[in-house]
């Protein structure tokens, strides 16, 4: 109870938000969404991730708020807590460490952003599409400027992970997500004005059914599921901090209204201006490094220094996703850390900061020198990549829904969702209903596809 009494909570209801919705809203918002929106359809994918987002992300969300709030302490703790010690247990270490893996690999993608943003600021962003091309291929394969921006990206992390909940997390939150959205809006304001633009606009927005089949379906559930931050660990820590008034389920709700429309916004951003100049929107994961420079380029060439700010804006859009999303994976391990190891704060977020940035350089250097260096038939980057996203999650996900459908005893369930009967349940047999069986029956499925077993 001592323990309980001494956590920190956030500060405010908008500091909840703000740092839980920067830990949904990333370089799956702004990045891996417009693609998959581009290979499967455009306003079709958008249609089914948003039904995805309601039906399989919330009420994902809501278990881990649950989870969270009641123990009060870090996400592997709080499975042995409520739990009893059990078995289940291992779903809360497994959560932590899939946090602290994809910690790893994805500070290399957020110097990628920090290296652009200030390639972007000294005017290097200027070329054909063959220089963009051989320019990401050239610095990837270097072997000191992705660890140096690397190094740099994890520094303030850590900067900011170390000054604690409400004077580090909570006050970045407060200054980062407003500045993204700013950003944001001006460059959907700036790529929307172009000329055909409306036609990026109606792909986002005029459904063509036709399109639907099974792997757009897929595709809309695995994006819901990578994009709220589902089972990394980061949703569960950061419900430890909420006080005993915040409102779950209208709190997943709010967040993933806000990771939606910042989707959709990133989508306006990007489209509209692809279409403009004539650029296939289904350019897969390599759009934002070769693809979009050279459409900024191109669409904004006839306005003398508004395709270099708009280029210098979109890096520093990218970098400020990666650093809130960024901030919460670190969180995770920082808390287990403290925690378990009884140490300070300062000391769990050293210890966290040196050991993922190890992993990070082994991957990040595995697109040059490490190339060769491979198991099975994948490199590092892909390795980590592949058992995080492509099986970690799932398998925790899947976990965390059975665990707290059929396990969890339902009377702490409610109690945490209505706040122990301070304000009405609403929707709450539904929540159950999907989480004990919606939920689980559609990670399963999204597990099964990708190995091509359905």
Known sequence: MEEEMERTNFGTKVG?????AGSAVGLGNVWRFPYMA?????????????VCVLM????????????????????????????????????????????????????????????????????????????????FSSFTQNPVKPVFWLVIIMLITYLIIKQGVRDGIERAARVLMPTLFFILLIIVGASCMLPNAEAGIRFMFK???????????????????????????????????????????????????????????????????AFSVGVSPDSGPSLIFITLPNVF????AGIPFLGYVISL????????????????LHEVSTAFFEEELRISRKSAAFIVTLSTSVIGVFCALSFGVL??????????????????????LPI?????????????PHKIVREEYSNWETHRAGFFHIYIILVKYVCPICIIVIFLHQFNLI
């Open 56 to 135: 399989l992300g919330i009420p994902c969300m809501i278990s881990e708020f649950i989870i969270g709030r009641h123990a009060r302490s870090n996400t592997a703790r709080a499975y042995s807590i409520i739990s009893n010690g059990s078995a289940w247990t291992l779903i809360g270490i497994m959560s932590v460490l899939t946090g602290f893996l994809i910690t790893g690999y994805y500070a290399v993608v957020a110097g990628w952003c920090l290296q652009y943003l200030w390639s972007s600021f000294i005017g290097h962003m200027q070329g054909s599409p063959e220089y963009f091309s051989q320019y």
């Open 313 to 328: 804006l979109f890096y520093a859009l990218l970098t400020l996703a990666a650093v809130t999303s960024l901030i919460s």
């Open 207 to 273: 459904p063509d059914f036709s399109m639907i089949n099974s792997d757009v379906f897929l595709s809309a559930l695995g994006q819901s599921f990578y994009s709220l931050s589902i089972a990394m660990g980061c949703i569960c820590t950061y419900a430890s901090y909420f006080s005993k008034h915040t409102k779950l389920a209208s709190t997943a709700m709010q967040i993933g209204i806000i990771d939606s429309v910042v989707a959709v916004l990133a989508g306006l951003m990007i489209f509209p201006a």
């Open 371 to 392: 190339h060769d260096v491979q198991l099975f038939g994948m490199t590092l980057f892909d390795l980590f990549d592949f058992v995080t996203g492509q099986i970690f």
């Open 38 to 50: 581009g290979e499967n359809g455009g306003a079709v994918f958008i249609i089914i991730y948003f």
């Open 16 to 20: 909840v938000i703000l740092a839980t």
């Open 396 to 408: 925790v996900g899947f976990l965390t829904c059975i665990f707290l459908g059929w396990f969890v």
């Open 297 to 300: 380029q191109q669409a904004f």
